[in-house]
């Protein structure tokens, strides 16, 4: 079965640096999204994107948040100044076509901010 | 909007006994509901999803969920537990938005006595 790619697993990061988490969908996928999962909390939505642009955003999802695909392989999610609640798991979903209702995630990304 | 309940965020039984894993949710449109698994640091795998027609829903691993609308409910179940079902099990609800977002539930650890 065809998968989503997150680099790195692991990453551990000073408070205030940026860091960038990055993830390779399904090459005929459609839909992009990131979730994140804070420790011993439910896995929840930050941000979907689709022909290049964010469609919808949570709450969550500030101005310290940014996401990219620069290269139409690679969708990124930057943090620019990460804060110490900024740890968490976080996983890269994407989607072949928006009546196609099954995601596919990635392995995620544990996000540690010191 | 929509939202899942998990009841028990962990959950033991014995190998071989019955698998039940509750899960009632909150929806204004008729729901799209899903159960996702993840097992020790892998990413999220759908074992199964409800989307329209039948009620009971088979998935992967030998296990179903039965959509119950009168009591908002969409519990997993699998007759016989196996050891390799160790995992967190995720119950969903597509927002059936125009991106579809999946919303989850907080989760409940499955853990398989010998």
């Known amino acids: 079965e065809p998968e989503v790619t997150q680099t790195p697993s692991h990453q551990v990061t000073q408070m205030g640096q940026e860091v960038i988490l990055r993830c390779v969908p399904i090459?005929?996928?459609?839909?992009f999204y990131w979730y994140r999962q804070i420790l011993g909390q439910k896995v929840e939505f930050l941000v979907s994107f689709y022909n290049n642009e964010i469609s919808e955003k949570s709450e969550i999802f500030d101005d310290q948040f940014s996401v990219e695909r620069p290269d139409g392989s690679n969708f990124t999610l930057k943090i620019r100044s990460t804060k110490l609640e900024d740890s968490a798991m976080y996983f890269c979903?994407?989607?072949?076509?928006?009546?196609?209702?099954?995601?596919?995630f990635g392995s995620g990304t544990q996000l540690s901010v010191l | 909007a929509q939202s899942v309940t998990q009841l028990g965020s962990h959950v033991s039984v014995s190998e071989g006994a019955l698998v039940l894993l509750r899960c009632n949710y909150s929806?204004?449109?008729?729901?799209?509901l899903f159960w996702y698994v993840q097992y020790p640091n892998q990413g999220l795998q759908l074992l199964l999803k409800?989307?329209?027609?039948?009620?009971l829903v088979k998935g992967i691993n030998g296990f179903e969920a039965e959509f119950k609308k009168s009591e908002t409910s969409f519990h997993l179940t699998k007759p016989s537990a196996h050891m390799s079902d160790a995992a967190e099990y995720f119950c969903?609800?597509?927002?059936?938005?125009?991106?579809?977002?999946?919303?989850f539930g907080k989760g409940t650890r499955l853990h398989i006595l010998p």
């Open positions: 409800y989307t329209t027609g039948a009620t």
């Open positions: 090459s005929n996928h459609l839909y």
């Open positions: 979903a994407s989607r072949q076509d928006r009546l196609d209702e099954k995601l596919f």
């Open positions: 969903a609800v597509s927002d059936r938005s125009r991106d579809d977002k999946i919303i």
């Open positions: 929806s204004s449109v008729p729901p799209y």
